[in-house]
């Protein structure tokens, strides 16, 4: 199981992947990208810089078999619209995630966030919601966010 989890993170040493990946990587790569598509959607627009941003986490740092990342991004705004919360998507992640995991998935959440270049109260709102969800501290929630602020040159001018 930990192998499992651990191809979903490329960079990590051993995160090699044949793409015949054990049953249940469709549904935690579903949670994820229904997290990231809420966070994409939480300030009311879904637009083409959120769209590519999610592409991009899917196809470069989720390694998912042979998984069409906009295949997996249709089928998470569809589950996004049927969903009453998303209490259950954090659940799958935070049960199959180590700490270090789960601290990179708020890292992508943070990404996705800021991808138009603003962060609207709705997204802050929702990435701290789910970092409590995610037993992320917020310490490290801040530091995420910091290194995506850097990343992307934004200044907050805080």
């Known amino acids: 199981m930990l192998q499992r989890l651990k191809a979903l993170f490329p960079?990590?040493?051993?995160?090699?992947?044949?793409?015949?990946?054990?049953?249940?990587?469709?549904?935690?790569?579903?949670?994820?990208?229904?997290?990231?598509?809420?966070?994409?959607?939480?300030?009311?627009?879904?637009?083409?810089?959120?769209?590519?941003?999610?592409?991009?986490?899917?196809?470069n740092r989720l390694k998912i078999g042979d998984t069409d990342p906009e295949a997996l991004i249709e089928a998470a705004e569809r589950?996004?619209?049927?969903?009453?919360?998303?209490?259950?998507?954090?659940?799958?992640?935070?049960?199959s995630f180590d700490y270090e995991e789960r601290v990179r998935l708020v890292e992508m959440l943070w990404e996705v966030s800021y991808a138009d270049g603003v962060l609207h109260d709705y997204e802050a709102n929702l990435l701290r919601r789910l970092t409590g969800?995610?037993?992320?501290?917020?310490?490290?929630s801040g530091a995420a966010r910091k290194r995506v602020l850097d990343r992307l040159g934004i200044d907050t001018g805080a």
Do not use: C, H
Not at 18 to 26: A, F, K, L, T
Not at 85 to 90: E, I, N
Not at 133 to 140: A, F, G, R
């Open 133 to 140: 969800l995610l037993y992320v501290t917020d310490q490290d």
């Open 79 to 95: 589950r996004a619209e049927e969903a009453a919360d998303w209490w259950s998507f954090a659940q799958v992640a935070k049960n």
């Open 11 to 59: 960079d990590k040493p051993d995160g090699g992947r044949d793409g015949r990946g054990p049953r249940g990587d469709s549904e935690l790569a579903l949670a994820v990208a229904v997290l990231l598509v809420e966070a994409a959607r939480m300030d009311g627009t879904f637009d083409a810089d959120e769209r590519e941003t999610i592409r991009d986490i899917i196809a």
